[in-house]
T-cell receptor, first 109, second 112 residues
Framework: DAKTTQPTSMDCAEGRAANLPCNHSTISGNEYVYWYRQIHSQGPQYIIHGLKNNETNEMASLIITEDRKSSTLILPHATLRDTAVYYCIEAYNTDKLIFGTGTRLQVFP | DTAVSQTPKYLVTQMGNDKSIKCEQNLGHDTMYWYKQDSKKFLKIMFSYNNKELIINETVPNRFSPKSPDKAHLNLHINSLELGDSAVYFC???????????FGPGTRLTVL
């Protein structure tokens, strides 16, 4: 079973930052935090991952707390196409992904 | 240019039949996976496979079997289909020690 907890759903206005929280209080020292998203009727898509440092790529930023018990995925300027289910996963590597129920993000005009 | 492709996209069949779903990746990855997403949208891994090892999720019935004719393909065979097998099945691939899995578009299986 998934070990992370996320809000069931969130809303965000188009153009604003979407901040998606995730709790992973039982994460082990060498487990990464991965974020994937699933747009309706499509396969999941990798967004970003991190170990303990904050990370940024062309899609998003990942902020991990110092104690590593929680993190926040930030979509800096949400668009309607960012409407999706976002999954936060703790795993030792990409071979061992266990998806939870995720957060359904609805971006509205 | 499709990285991970699956066929068919939709599959409707009767209980008790045997069916296969094909998956191909053109990324040169060495590991492939099958996932099942049920009607409640839970996405669960069924198998992971590379040229050395098949890892099976212990909850998967032995009616399901992955078959890999070569490194670029991992097909899913399902025997004696049951109503509860109705779901969307996703194939994925990754490279050892890489950061991400690439998912296919999914195959929606409906068992009547």
């Amino acid at each position: 079973d998934a070990k992370t907890t996320q809000p069931t759903s969130m809303d965000c206005a188009e153009g604003r930052a979407a901040n998606l929280p995730c709790n992973h209080s039982t994460i082990s020292g060498n487990e990464y935090v991965y974020w994937y998203r699933q747009i309706h009727s499509q396969g999941p898509q990798y967004i970003i991952h991190g170990l303990k440092n904050n990370e940024t790529n062309e899609m998003a930023s990942l902020i991990i707390t110092e104690d590593r018990k929680s993190s926040t995925l930030i979509l800096p300027h949400a668009t309607l196409r960012d409407t999706a289910v976002y999954y936060c996963i703790e795993a030792y590597n990409t071979d061992k992904l266990i998806f939870g129920t995720g957060t359904r993000l609805q971006v509205f005009p | 240019d499709t990285a991970v492709s699956q066929t068919p996209k939709y599959l409707v069949t009767q209980m008790g039949n045997d069916k296969s779903i094909k998956c191909e990746q053109n990324l040169g990855h060495d590991t492939m996976y099958w996932y099942k997403q049920d009607s409640k949208k839970f996405l669960k891994i069924m198998f992971s496979y590379n040229n050395k090892e098949l890892i099976i999720n212990e909850t998967v019935p032995n009616r399901f079997s992955p078959k890999s004719p070569d490194k670029a393909h991992l097909n899913l065979h399902i025997n004696s289909l049951e109503l509860g097998d109705s779901a969307v099945y996703f194939c994925a691939s990754s490279q050892l020690d890489a950061n991400e899995q690439f998912f296919g578009p999914g195959t929606r299986l409906t068992v009547l």
